[in-house]
């Protein structure tokens, strides 16, 4: 399954109706959430003691729909394309699935001025020229297609950002071919100063959206902070807001999928550090940059592009310290502090690099436990060392353990 976004270009008529089914398909998912955690509030002793089922399933809730759509309260859900309400109900499903399995927190209550709005259309979709069909829109509305669809076409779903802008996000079934094998692997060292050093010497410049656009960012919301609430001032203060976030969101996109894309055309073995990026985020210090640089987006994007074209993603534990020991003799620098940008090792007086050094240290870690030399006695013994180290560390030193 893959899937292509497009920008669409909906009238003010279908613009009304898409607000319709943006508000249809929010209510159903809430108006049954609350229906499902009322009920197991109210049975909650005889779901204890196992005399009623623990609770609603997608079927109770479908029928329940059905009786909805008759009453005079509600009739106007009859308006709305029946398939989407019901793959709502497969949504909600699904978020409760994964909570019940420890996957995920408890499902929350979409918003109206939410992130993002957004219906799919399971089927009876159909593209033709440059506009996309689907039920209540045969007239079609009109979309930019900046690349060719492939493949057969599955479902669709429809979105609108915080600017206002509309998408449509068409999921294909399409037959990817793998890149041809390469005999090239490479260990990629994150960072902040640079978004990532590779063991071939080649290096990713970070562009910190956030940091460029931080200014026009802060005078559009203090400029928003002016408005009076319900004003329609305040609602065209808070779209040039979103716009500055869009801006923000889209450069950070592309300049991930370019470097993701890159990587995973000219490397066969891509490993990395399986960095604890929740826990690092709680060093307030550095905690914008981190953000800003969006390793987990990252490794998201190398993953499964990997599966898509035939490459091996591996990744060595968090606590290999790749930064602070010498690619040389494998002594291990302790005083190494993340302000320490170049070092000399003690004991080889090799002069290093710290994140050209720790992508190679990366690298061969890597393919130790990739060909087996690097046993699990070895890697637990290595962590134990490094865990030694971190008891006697102050923050930032623990940061800099953390991100190798």
């Known amino acids: 399954m893959k899937s292509f976004k497009y920008r669409l270009?909906?009238?003010?008529?279908q613009k009304a109706l898409l607000s319709k089914h943006f508000g249809a398909t929010r209510f159903v998912y809430n108006y049954f959430l609350a229906?499902?955690?009322?009920?197991?509030?109210?049975?909650?002793?005889?779901?204890?003691?196992?005399?009623?089922?623990?609770?609603?399933?997608?079927?109770?809730?479908?029928?329940?729909?059905?009786?909805?759509?008759?009453?005079?309260a509600t009739t106007w859900l009859k308006e709305i394309n029946a398939q989407s309400l019901q793959t709502c109900l497969k949504d909600l499903e699904g978020a409760y699935r994964r909570f019940f399995n420890k996957q995920a927190q408890f499902p929350k209550f979409k918003k109206k001025h939410g992130s993002t709005n957004s219906f799919r259309v399971p089927q009876?979709?159909?593209?033709?020229?440059?506009?996309?069909?689907?039920?209540k829109f045969k007239e079609g509305i009109k979309v930019k297609f900046h690349r060719p669809l492939e493949g057969k076409l599955i479902n669709a779903t429809v979105s609108r950002n915080?600017?206002?802008?509309?998408?449509?996000?068409?999921?294909?079934?399409?037959?990817?071919?793998?890149?041809?094998?390469?005999?090239?692997?490479?260990?990629?060292?994150?960072?902040?100063?640079?978004?990532?050093?590779?063991?071939?010497e080649q290096t990713f410049s970070n562009p910190k959206p956030l940091k460029a656009l931080e200014k026009r960012l802060a005078f559009r919301q203090k400029h928003l902070s002016t408005k009076q609430k319900g004003s329609q001032s305040r609602n065209k203060a808070r779209n040039q807001v979103a716009k500055v976030h869009n801006k923000i969101?889209?450069?950070?996109?592309?300049?991930?999928?370019?470097?993701?894309?890159?990587?995973?055309?000219?490397?066969?073995?891509?490993?990395?550090?399986d960095l604890n990026?929740?826990?690092?985020?709680?060093?307030?210090?550095?905690?914008?940059a981190i953000s800003d640089s969006s390793w987990s987006r990252f490794v998201t994007f190398l993953e499964y592009k990997a599966s898509w074209y035939g490459r091996d993603i591996v990744k060595i534990d968090r606590w290999f310290p790749s930064s602070k020991m010498c690619g040389n003799c494998h002594y291990?620098?302790?005083?190494?502090?993340?302000?320490?940008?170049h070092w000399t090792c003690p004991e080889c007086n090799t002069k290093h690099d710290r994140d050209l050094n720790a992508s190679k240290n990366i690298l061969t870690q890597g393919l130790n436990l990739l060909s087996g030399s690097g046993t699990e006695s070895d890697t637990k013994q290595k962590r134990e060392e490094a865990l030694t180290l971190v008891e006697s560390m102050n923050p930032e030193a623990y940061l800099s353990l953390a991100n190798g």
């Open 35 to 72: 229906q499902r955690r009322d009920y197991y509030l109210q049975h909650k002793e005889d779901i204890q003691q196992k005399n009623i089922k623990g609770s609603l399933n997608y079927y109770d809730n479908a029928k329940e729909l059905t009786q909805l759509k008759k009453q005079e």
């Open 162 to 200: 915080p600017a206002g802008h509309y998408f449509v996000s068409v999921s294909c079934e399409v037959e990817i071919v793998h890149y041809e094998t390469t005999n090239k692997n490479v260990g990629l060292d994150l960072g902040i100063k640079d978004f990532a050093v590779c063991s071939d």
């Open 249 to 273: 969101r889209n450069q950070r996109h592309h300049f991930l999928h370019q470097a993701s894309s890159k990587m995973i055309h000219e490397n066969q073995v891509i490993i990395l550090e």
């Open 9 to 13: 270009y909906p009238t003010n008529t």
């Open 124 to 135: 009876h979709v159909r593209v033709e020229e440059n506009q996309i069909f689907f039920p």
């Open 277 to 288: 990026v929740k826990g690092m985020m709680k060093n307030h210090k550095l905690a914008k």
């Open 332 to 341: 291990i620098h302790d005083e190494l502090t993340l302000k320490d940008r």
